[in-house]
């Protein structure tokens, strides 16, 4: 098996609520870093985590902004539980970020979009492979279904349509044409509405 040479993350955000600060903090507690949180004079939070055993640290700093707290972050790690450390925040806080995981002579890309994998991407020097992408099969389903009861909906409006052209042209009833004339002209604003 190949052994991860560093774990590099591009602008991975995470956007906290107040409430969520204090969970953040715990969690960073629990992954056994030694940790250090700074509060600012506007407000503002800076979260650093160290690794004891490889001297390795990461500073997150976290903006307040309308009762909230982002962070935007870049930046290469190369111990264990400073990456697993970062993993966990990522997907629990459900951020967004490129998560490049370095092996010797290739790359693997992982792309988070709110806290789950939604792509895997092996780069190999020039060759980029899709290992795996998320397809949202459910809402794929839901879309297509709505589609298909549109595509119902305009048939049977057609065809109401063409009964009603049927019926106007052998009567001669005068109230009649013009009952026919508004269902036709409702029947055709539906018609333009369901296929636009």
Do not use: W
Not at 49 to 63: C, V
Not at 84 to 90: I, M, S, T
Not at 94 to 123: C, L, P, W
Request: charged share 30%; proline share 1%.
């Amino acid at each position: 098996m190949a052994r991860r040479v560093a774990t590099e993350y591009v602008n991975a955000s995470l956007t906290l609520t107040e409430a969520e600060m204090p969970r953040l903090i715990s969690m960073c507690e629990i992954q056994q870093l030694r940790l250090q949180v700074f509060v600012m004079d506007n407000g503002n939070q800076e979260v650093v985590l160290e690794e004891d055993a490889g001297g390795e640290s990461i500073r997150m700093t976290f903006e307040r902004a309308n009762g909230q707290y982002r962070c935007v972050l870049t930046c290469r790690v190369v111990q264990p539980k400073l990456t697993n450390a970062l993993r966990k925040l990522v997907s629990s806080f459900k951020g967004d970020a490129v998560v490049n995981r370095i092996y010797e002579g290739f790359t693997m890309i992982y792309h988070y979009i709110q806290g789950q994998v939604a792509r895997i991407v092996e780069s190999n020097g020039e060759l980029l492979r899709t290992v795996f992408e998320h397809r949202d099969t459910l809402g794929r389903l839901e879309s297509q279904f709505n589609l298909y009861s549109v595509e119902e909906e305009i048939n049977r409006l057609r065809g109401s349509v063409n009964e009603l052209l049927d019926i106007r042209n052998q009567t001669k009833e005068k109230e009649l044409i013009d009952e026919i004339d508004q269902r036709l002209k409702y029947h055709s604003r539906m018609l333009f509405s369901l296929e636009a």
